[in-house]
């Protein structure tokens, strides 16, 4: 596997290459389809053990393919295994707490997988953009660069906590490039079956995209770690960019090493029933 799958964010690191994963993921020749039916399999280990959970990010500009990736991984997988959240802009109440206040309630309980589509790190990215909008977090502008990694630091310790009481994080950046996110928007503007996607806030945004880049490197940069690392996937193949998911989930979850209990013990009464039913 080559070191730019993984983001380790190293002084004057760039981020993965495509070139770099498609000549990787030819070689191994990896098939989506095993794979995801591997990940079903793993996270039903994860379901009846009990004793772990397991927090999967995606953050990404618009068309990189969050949705797409999240529906072909998982397609396997037991519904009642996986809760899925998707944060949008946080409503008036959402806003009036600190900036990681919503996304706690949605963290996985112990046999639980839980998919953020976007999380608590728009409150690094969006805002930081457009800092405009931390004025309804009462908070006054202008922001120094020290409350950017105060932040990072605040989100660097709750994860830290999550890993220690059990929940690993893993989280993936979905990496568009400027010219494929360009072609995907259009062709949702040009595409009847696609028009319900398109919307034209998402061109609008295109005109920040030198400083979305800066704060995405900050935002990796300063939150990547040994216990809840960044995996950056380029995204121009979106076939080559779910299987490198997958892989990459399937590895976690069998590093996990999730056990399926055996029978729990029975009164006398219950072997009873249990000889009724059942010819030794």
């Known amino acids: ?43 039903t280990d994860l379901q009846a053990e009990k004793k772990q959970s397991l927090l ?14 999240m529906r072909n991984v998982f397609r396997y997988c037991d519904p009642s295994a996986i809760n899925t959240h998707s944060f949008k802009t946080p409503s008036k109440k959402e806003s009036s707490h600190d900036f990681m206040w919503r996304c706690y309630p949605h963290f996985p309980a112990q046999g639980e997988l839980s998919i953020f589509n976007r999380s608590y790190y728009e409150e690094t990215l969006v805002v930081r953009v457009h800092p405009e909008f931390l004025s309804s977090q009462n908070i006054h502008l202008p922001v120094k660069k020290s409350f950017w990694q105060q932040r990072f630091k605040f989100i660097n310790a709750v994860e830290e906590h999550l890993t220690q009481s059990g929940t ?28 319900w996607k398109f919307n034209i806030n998402d061109l609008k945004e295109r005109q920040h995209w030198q400083q979305y880049q800066l704060a ?45 209990p055996g029978l729990a013990d029975m009164t006398e009464g219950e072997l009873k029933i249990l000889a009724e039913h059942v010819s030794v």
């Open 56 to 69: 999967v990010i995606f953050q990404a500009l618009d068309a990189a393919g969050k949705d797409s990736t």
């Open 168 to 195: 690993q994080v893993i989280k993936f950046m979905l990496d568009i490039d400027k010219d494929t996110q360009k072609k995907r928007l259009i062709r949702r503007y040009a595409r009847q079956d696609k028009n």
């Open 1 to 43: 596997m080559p070191s730019v799958k993984i983001f380790r964010h190293q002084t004057g690191q760039t981020r993965p290459q495509f070139s770099d994963l498609q000549k990787w993921c030819e070689q191994q020749n990896k098939s989506l389809k095993s794979l995801t039916k591997k990940l079903a399999d793993l996270t």
């Open 216 to 260: 995405f490197d900050d935002m990796l940069k300063s939150t990547s770690s040994e216990h809840a690392p960044w995996y950056v996937i380029p995204a121009q193949n979106k076939d080559m960019m779910r299987t490198l998911v997958a892989d990459i989930l399937v590895k976690k979850l069998k590093k996990m090493n999730c056990q399926r």
